[in-house]
């Protein structure tokens, strides 16, 4: 499975990477955290990102420049970054849903449900080098445009670690049953 790269233009074409994701508990009022991305792991598309590769986009854009979406769709943002930051782990961010908006309110509850339990990073790589023994690709800069709230990472051991409502034994066979599912 590769990342997808969405426009004609390869200088400017984006592409989305189901990354890794844990998302926090989910507050009342849509706030949650988690990571977008984990340095130094080797996603399905056999990238792994690098320290310091978000630095300059989120220095350029700054958090409000990078956009909450639903699945990587332009047209439903549901909700806002308050802060997106690089630390040793990865690309650590917390946002807040807007459930002032439809989407932001059905996104909220299939986050407490467990439906969905993903975040992926929309981006376009700056600088980035292929192994060309193992097709391996390490990401040294990408450019950041956005976050979104997915239903399948492509870290496939990156997941939800805690939503409020959920009991920890079901959530923990729901994730037995998808790794069953995968094969």
């Known amino acids: ?11 400017l074409a984006r592409e989305t990477k189901f990354a890794a994701a844990e998302i926090s508990a ?9 990571y977008a991305s984990l340095f130094g792991e080797t996603d399905l598309n056999r990238d792994v ?6 630095r300059k986009s989120i220095a350029r854009r700054g958090t409000a420049g990078i956009r909450m979406l639903f699945q990587h769709d332009p047209a439903v943002p549901i909700g806002v970054w308050e802060t997106i930051r690089e630390d040793a782990r990865g690309l650590f961010v917390r946002g807040r849903l807007m459930t002032e908006v439809a989407k932001g309110r059905e996104v909220l509850a299939l986050m407490r449900a467990g439906a969905i339990d993903g975040l992926s990073i929309g981006f376009r790589t700056v600088r980035g080098r ?9 990401l040294l800069e990408v450019d950041l445009w956005e976050i979104s709230v997915v239903t399948f990472p492509m870290l496939p051991a990156a997941r939800v670690s805690a939503v409020k409502g959920v009991d ?5 066979a729901l994730r037995r049953a998808a790794r069953v599912m995968r094969g």
């Open 49 to 54: 990102v690098e320290p310091g590769a978000f």
């Open 168 to 172: 920890a034994a079901l959530l923990a």
């Open 26 to 34: 989910v507050e009342a009022d849509g706030t949650f955290s988690g």
């Open 1 to 11: 499975m590769r990342a997808r790269k969405q426009g004609g233009n390869a200088a």
């Open 130 to 138: 292929t192994d060309a023994k193992t097709g391996m690709r390490r």
